[in-house]
């Protein structure tokens, strides 16, 4: 028996659909071009192409995992972020859409592109955000910190893929303990979901990524609690700070900051409107 290209489409999207995925016709392509060698687009020209043995059996062992609600980057091993085509795994919490805000926050935040800053990335993971400001700030060099070793392979290897590993060094630590000198930018997208609601989570998030990325204390601000005395220890006195932020945090993030010694500067909306990144500034002279 034969299978071509759309009837396998057919198939797959209707398998994914009857399991909740709100996404499946655009994950079966996705998937299927993996396969086949092709780009998502260009199946669309060629319904009429075969599958062979070896195609088939590999595309049902991706659906199989997709069905179980593993995610379509864990199964392509790659996920795409700013301008950046990033590896990902189940060690790093999956590179989103929103956090492109905090990317854009800072940008808007730097008026001279050309300064040697020295950037400092929080809970890295895959490295998306410090190195997607690095691909923007030319002549800034950057430290990505996790606790995670597994995590920082990733980013690493990121940094390696973008050509940018000269100016991104990775280290496995908690925050900024032991950490000296000063920071012009400090990034991160600290764990920030209250711990009781992780479980009720999408599956792709609740079963397949790290809960250590995304456990933030009872009240999802234990991170930016632990953060905000390191990040005003570390700021340079015209320096910036962006944290992602759950929807509704935004002002108690705020408030933690400002709690700590920091200036507040203001809040950055995600494309949908939520409030989604904070800003804040050094009190240093």
């Not at 996404?23 to 996705?30: C, K, N």
């Not at 049902?60 to 990033?86: C, I, K, N, Q, Y």
């Not at 993971?125 to 030319?138: D, H």
């Not at 700070?241 to 705020?254: P, T």
Request: proline share 5%; hydrophobic share 45%.
């Amino acid at each position: 028996m034969t299978l071509t290209v759309g009837s396998a489409l057919h198939r797959a999207a209707e398998r994914l659909a009857a399991v909740g995925i709100d996404t499946a016709r655009l994950d079966a392509r996705l998937l299927l071009a993996e396969v086949v060698g092709l780009s998502p687009q260009a199946l669309f020209s060629k319904p009429h192409l075969e599958l062979t043995v070896g195609e088939i059996e590999r595309f049902e062992g991706l659906m199989a995992r997709r069905e179980a609600r593993e995610p379509v980057s864990h199964l392509l091993g790659r996920r795409g972020f700013w301008t950046l085509d990033l590896t990902v795994s189940a060690a790093v919490l999956d590179p989103r859409p929103d956090t492109e805000t905090l990317v854009e926050a800072v940008l808007a935040m730097v008026p001279d592109r050309a300064r040697p800053l020295r950037i400092v990335d929080f809970g890295t993971g895959s490295g998306c955000i410090l190195l997607a400001l690095l691909s923007e700030l030319r002549f800034a060099t950057g430290l990505g910190i996790d606790r995670s070793p597994a995590a920082l392979a990733v980013a690493q290897a990121n940094a390696h893929a973008a050509g940018l590993a000269e100016r991104a060094e990775f280290r496995q630590g908690d925050w900024g303990e032991g950490l000296d000198g000063s920071f012009d930018v400090v990034v991160s997208n600290p764990p920030y979901i209250p711990e009781d609601e992780i479980d009720g989570l999408e599956p792709e998030v609740a079963r397949f990524e790290p809960r250590l990325a995304l456990a933030g204390g009872p009240d999802g601000l234990d991170c930016y609690r632990a953060l905000a005395p390191h990040i005003s220890r570390l700021l340079a006195a015209d320096g910036v700070a962006a944290l992602e932020v759950g929807m509704g945090q935004a002002a108690d993030v705020a408030a933690i900051l400002s709690g700590a010694g920091l200036v507040n500067q203001g809040v950055h909306r995600d494309l949908a409107g939520v409030e989604r990144c904070v800003l804040a500034g050094s009190r240093k002279k």
